[in-house]
Antibody
Framework: QLQLQESGPGLVKPSETLSLTCTVSGGSISSSSFFWGWIRQPPGKGLEWIASIYYDGSTYYNPSLKTRLTISVDTSKSRFSLKVSSVTAADTAVYYC???????????WGQGTLVTVPS | DIQMTQSPSSLSASVGDRVTITCRASQGISNYLAWFQQKPGKAPKSLIYATSNLQSGVPSKFSGSGFGTDFTLTISSLQPEDFATYYCQQYYSYPLTFGGGTKVEI
C-alpha cells in the first residue's frame, strides 16, 4: 500500500522560504506515468492545487504562485519537495502531498502538515 | 483557468436520504472530473475519477455522472459516516482547480 508522508517546519517567519518534503513508501517514486504534487488548504477554507512534477521531471505550477515555487524530486531518497519563497500569513495552510496517475485523478494523499506563518 | 462551481455550498440531510451535489465547469472538461470527501481534521479521500469511476475500496452507494461542463455526485443512502465536505476537481488542464466544496450535515 502506497503511503505519502509530509514533513516540514510547522512555523515559518514572514519573508522566509518554506521547505516541505514528501516521503513515498510502499511504491516507487520512479515509476513511469505518475505526477507527484502538492495541494494546500488554509484553515477553514477549500483546496488549492500548488504544483506537480511528472516522473520525467517536467514541472507544473499554479500561475498565482509560480514565481515563488520550486518543486523537485529525489528518486534516490524516494521523496519529492516543495519550496515556497517569501512567505506571508496568506501561506498559512495544511499542505498535502499527492500522487496522480497520468490521465487520471489523484489517488493517494498524505495526511497533511500544518504550516503557520505569523502575521 | 477553469472555474469549478459547486452547489449547494451546504445541505442538511438525514440518514437514508439520497443526496445529489452538482459541479459546473466554466468550460468543457470532457470527463476529467474527480470527487473527494473530506472529514474534519483529515486529509481528503479520493472517491471518483473520470466522472463516474469509483476509486478502489469506495462503496457503490457513491456514483457520479456528467460530461463537458455539468457533473453530479450522488450518495444513494446517506449513512452517518458520509457526513463530510465534498469537493470536485477538474484535471483537464493546468492549473488544476477545485470546486468550493459542499458540506453535508445533519
Amino acid at each position: 500500500q502506497l503511503q505519502l508522508q509530509e514533513s516540514g517546519p510547522g512555523l515559518v517567519k514572514p519573508s522566509e522560504t518554506l521547505s516541505l518534503t514528501c516521503t513515498v513508501s510502499g511504491g516507487s517514486i520512479s515509476s513511469s506515468s505518475f505526477f507527484w504534487g502538492w495541494i494546500r488548504q488554509p484553515p477553514g477554507k477549500g483546496l488549492e492545487w500548488i504544483a506537480s512534477i511528472y516522473y520525467d521531471g517536467s514541472t507544473y505550477y499554479n500561475p498565482s504562485l509560480k514565481t515563488r515555487l520550486t518543486i523537485s524530486v529525489d528518486t534516490s531518497k524516494s521523496r519529492f519537495s516543495l519550496k515556497v519563497s517569501s512567505v506571508t500569513a496568506a501561506d498559512t495552510a495544511v499542505y498535502y502531498c499527492t500522487r496522480r496517475p497520468s490521465g487520471l485523478a489523484i489517488d493517494y494523499w498524505g495526511q497533511g502538515t500544518l504550516v503557520t506563518v505569523p502575521s | 483557468d477553469i472555474q469549478m462551481t459547486q452547489s449547494p455550498s451546504s445541505l442538511s440531510a438525514s440518514v437514508g436520504d439520497r443526496v445529489t451535489i452538482t459541479c459546473r465547469a466554466s468550460q468543457g472538461i470532457s470527463n476529467y472530473l474527480a470527487w473527494f470527501q473530506q472529514k474534519p481534521g483529515k486529509a481528503p479521500k479520493s472517491l471518483i475519477y473520470a466522472t463516474s469511476n469509483l476509486q478502489s475500496g469506495v462503496p457503490s452507494k457513491f456514483s457520479g455522472s456528467g460530461f463537458g461542463t455539468d457533473f453530479t455526485l450522488t450518495i444513494s443512502s446517506l449513512q452517518p459516516e458520509d457526513f463530510a465536505t465534498y469537493y470536485c476537481q477538474q484535471y483537464y488542464s493546468y492549473p488544476l482547480t477545485f470546486g468550493g466544496g459542499t458540506k453535508v450535515e445533519i
